[in-house]
């Protein structure tokens, strides 16, 4: 199986900040990744897939990057409605997996 | 626009069953593979099946294998997930998603306790 470890767990940041989120692949799944937000209460919503390309009605400030096994979310200058917890899949080969999440709180 | 709600989660006793179902609409349903996720309390996400448009081939988490099947009814737009032997480590918010993750239902509550 295809580890997915995503980091940080959690950070605080503040309004207007530059967030970076990090999720690293056991193995190459070339660009076959999504990055998901999750508020409480709420089912994710996709943000980003194929790694880089942004999801139709997703903000511009949201961006994705990497190929292989190094990818990465960023939040360009994050706004009150981000704070939530993201997440990173993979669907490059089964079982399908799951990043553990990295919770965005208020600084 | 696309729409996935789910119905058919509830508190079942270990060993028990339960048959969950997502009715989609919004979208050509026999055109995409659909996914079972599920979240238990307080924890993160975990992929729990996936069936391809035509229903002729499913792939499981281990933990689910053997249990879980997973089947849909192209002509009726709907994905379904039967669930047998529940443990309670099974107690989670299922949600159906449609192909690879682009949307998801609001999700189904099941519990597994005596």
């Known amino acids: 199986d295809i580890q997915m470890t995503q980091s940080p767990s959690s950070l605080s940041a503040s309004v207007g900040d530059r967030v970076t989120i990090t999720c690293r692949a056991s193995?190459?799944?070339?660009?076959?990744l999504g990055w998901y937000q999750q508020k409480p209460g709420k089912a994710p919503k996709r943000l980003i897939y194929t790694a880089s390309s942004l999801q139709s009605g997703v903000p511009s400030r949201f961006s994705g990057s990497g190929s292989g096994t190094e990818f990465t979310l960023t939040i360009s200058s994050l706004q009150p409605e981000d704070f939530a917890t993201y997440y990173c899949l993979q669907y490059n080969s089964y079982p399908w997996t799951f990043g553990q999440g990295t919770k965005v709180e208020i600084k | 626009e696309v729409q996935l709600v789910e119905s058919g989660g509830g508190l079942v006793q270990p060993g028990g069953s339960l048959r969950l179902s997502c009715a989609a609409s919004g979208f050509t349903f026999s055109s995409v593979s659909m996914a079972w996720v599920r979240q238990a309390p307080g924890h993160g996400l975990e992929w729990v099946a996936n069936?391809?448009?035509?229903?002729?081939?499913?792939f499981y988490v281990d933990s689910v294998t053997g249990r879980f099947t997973i089947s849909r009814d192209n002509a009726k737009n709907s994905l379904y997930l039967q669930m047998n032997s529940l443990r309670a480590e099974d107690t989670a918010i299922y949600y159906c998603?449609?192909?690879?993750?682009?949307?998801w239902g609001q999700g189904t509550l099941v519990t597994v306790s005596s």
């Open positions: 193995q190459g799944i070339r660009n076959d």
């Open positions: 998603a449609r192909g690879w993750g682009s949307e």
């Open positions: 069936i391809k448009d035509d229903g002729n081939k499913a």
